[in-house]
Every structure is written in C-alpha cells, then in structure tokens.
C-alpha cells in the first residue's frame, strides 16, 4: 500500500514523499486463531500497562486507552505544548518498524508479560507462525484466477479460491513469498501483530517514560509516532534517551522524519525557528494533524488522499453508468442519469451526523467530512473548515466533468 507522505518545509516549500506500507492480510482461519491468542495477551499486558502505571502514554491498539480517539490524543499533546511555553516538541518515527521487530526480544517480552521462562507450546507455536510468515501477493493471486482488482466481488464471488485451488495454483505456481529477513520482523495486518508491537515496546516506554517526566516533559507513542514536549534546555538529554533506547530494543529511526519545533512565547504565538540553528522546523506532525503554535490543521497528505479517492469514487461510478446505460440502449430504453446518492454519502458533507439524523445510511461510521467537522470542534480550530470548505465545488466539478 502505497501513500503520499506531504510535508512543508520551514520555506514553505510541499515535498511529496510516497510511504510504502506493506500490509499482510491473514487468511481466515489463521486470523481467528490469531483473534483469541491475541483477547487472551490483552488482558495480561493491560495488566502490566497498569502496574506501570503507562496508560496515558501508549495510545495506539487498545481498546480504551484514555477514552479517545487520535483527535483526542492529538489535542491533548497540543493544549499541553500551549500551557507549557516555552519549549520543544520532538517527533520521532521509527524506520520499518513491523519489519524489523526483533525475534529473540520479542519472545522474552512474549514470555514475560506471560510470567513465564518459556513459551508454552500453543504460544510457540504461533510465534513461529508469525516469525516464519508468506504470503502471496493480491495481484498476482488476481491475475492467476483472473479476478479484477476493480471489482473483486464481481460475479457474486464470496472468496478468491478453494483450498484446493490455492494448493494448485498459489502454493504449486510458486506464488508464496517468505519473510526476507532473517530473525525480524512479522506481518504488518495480522490481528496479533499490533497488540505484539505494544508488548515489544514495554521497556522502552517504561524507560522513555521515566526519564522524560524527571525531565519536566511528557512522552506519548502511538505505534512507531513517538512524542516528547520537554523545556528548552532538556532537548538534546532528550534527543539523546530517545537514539540509545531505541537502539536497545534493535530498531532505528526514520532521521528524515524527525521534527524538532520551538513554542516561545504566549499560547497562540506562532513558531519560529531558533537562530543559528539547523533541523528545526515551524510546524509539528503529529496523529494526522500539523501544529504551528497558532492553529491545528489536517496534514496535507490526508487531504489529498481524501481528494484522490474522491476522484476515484466518481469514476468508478461513471464507468458502471456507462455500462447501465449500454443496457438501456440495448433495450431501448432512456438513458438513466448517474447516480450520486452514495458519491455524496462517501465524499461529502451530507454524511455529517447532525446534519442528518434517521437517516438509514447514519448507521455507517462517517466519512472524511464527518472526521473532519469533529476535529474541528474538539480542537477549536476553525481553520480545519476553511481546509475542506471547497469539497462540494470539487466533488461537483468531478461529477460534471
């Protein structure tokens, strides 16, 4: 899976970098076994997560971490940089990271969240399992069965092949890649892999924790997103805990992808980068939204993925109207207009909740406008609706083009 990584620097200049990501999906069977070993290391590394008493810090891939969303968690990190002026906001990435999780620290973590030396035969079992991956890839298990990546459930199609099939084709074509690294890594998509990251990360946000509240700042981590906000005169201490405890659990950083933003005076003051210094920038990255010390705003690459799908949507529906509209000739019949009810649903405001209750399509979750209105109110930041405002236009000059 490939996504447009935007990001502005402190000229203002948007650099567009793509980030791969390769997701693993799990076949069903697999991923139910994988579901119920995966309920059962939740309720011992909550446990743990309690005891020391990390709850506020870990925030991706639990259920209730703080009673939130990354809304939440992103607000939370912005008012605590406005109510601590001055100081620094450090955002760190770690390079691969379910790539290159590291084996043997994996199973000790495994083990000791477990309370045990050794693994027991069904949990060894299943960390070989996930240690020792393949998998075939999408477009080529498409194109051996000749099912179109447009449409995959063309035809009424409920599942891509029979085992035997897969046996025949998938495994006997040669179709099945293995896990190029040896002793790291695990299938980024698995139901257990998230919940294993968080286990593999326990004694780096223990530590990272601790040091970082002696320092006077807070530490948060969603998933491979590390956050630290400490007084001016602790950020290379800081910088410095995060490089070697990083390096103690095997894993490197993304160097690119490293900010580093300065809040001086009063809350709401813009940014500015420190003088004769390099590598700072004026704008923090942080769960999908940038702040700049004034306003909170959707990171750009979330908006162009928002318009490309966009883009994509109403295509896919013209073409199935062509189609439709090649059977009505055939049967001399008028030609019907396209259909826009679902283009709005996905692609615009009409989706927004309060704006249209009893409706039978509010019983989905929402859409980019619906996440959007709502950061906006919970970030008191009008600016993310002057961000989407022009939606409506360039939906409407898609449909008409």
């Not at 079992?125 to 991956?133: D, M, R, V």
């Not at 092949?161 to 084709?169: E, L």
């Amino acid at each position: 899976m490939v996504t447009p990584r935007i990001k502005r620097d402190a000229q203002g200049t948007i650099e567009v970098r793509p980030k791969c990501r390769d997701i693993r999906l799990a076949a069903h069977r697999d991923a139910a076994i994988y579901s119920h070993y995966s309920d059962i290391l939740t309720r011992v590394y909550e446990e743990e997560v309690d005891r020391l008493a990390l709850n506020r810090v870990i925030t991706a891939f639990r259920s209730v971490p703080n009673g939130g969303t990354n809304i939440d968690y992103a607000g939370e990190v912005f008012r605590y940089i406005d109510s601590h002026r001055p100081c620094v906001a450090l955002a760190f990435d770690v390079k691969e990271f379910f790539d290159t999780l590291d084996h043997q620290l994996l199973k000790e973590r495994w083990c000791r969240v477990l309370g045990v030396e050794r693994l027991p035969e069904d949990h060894f079992a299943l960390f070989k399992n996930l240690t020792e991956y393949c998998w075939a890839p999408r477009e080529d298990v498409y194109r051996v069965f000749g099912i179109s990546r447009h449409n995959p459930k063309a035809n009424r199609r409920r599942q891509i092949c029979s085992p035997k099939a897969f046996r025949n084709s998938v495994r006997g074509g040669g179709l099945l890649k293995f896990n190029p690294k040896k002793g790291k890594g695990i299938p980024q998509g698995a139901p257990i892999s998230a919940l294993l990251s968080n286990i593999y990360m326990l004694d780096f946000d223990r530590k990272v924790s601790e040091e970082i509240k002696r320092l006077g700042g807070i530490y948060r981590r969603y998933c491979d997103d590390i956050m630290i906000v400490v007084p001016p005169g602790s950020r290379e201490e800081a910088e410095r805990l995060v490089h070697e405890e990083v390096q103690a659990v095997r894993l490197e950083l993304n160097g690119k992808k490293t900010d580093r933003v300065v809040y001086e005076g009063e809350p709401g003051q813009p940014a500015e980068i420190p003088k004769n210094e390099s590598g700072f920038s004026t704008v923090i990255q942080y769960l999908g939204f940038t702040f700049d010390g004034s306003k909170i705003l959707i990171r750009l690459g979330s908006l162009a993925r928002y318009y490309s799908k966009m883009r994509a949507g109403v295509s896919l529906a013209k073409q199935t109207q062509r189609k439709q509209n090649r059977k009505e000739a055939d049967q001399g019949l008028p030609a019907s207009r396209l259909r826009t009810r679902k283009l709005y649903l996905r692609y615009s405001y009409l989706f927004d909740r309060r704006k249209g209750k009893g409706r039978r399509e509010q019983n989905a979750q929402g859409n980019f406008l619906t996440y959007a209105y709502e950061a906006a109110r919970k970030l008191r930041s009008p600016a993310i609706k002057k961000q989407v405002r022009r939606h409506w236009k360039k939906l409407q000059s898609e449909i008409n083009k």
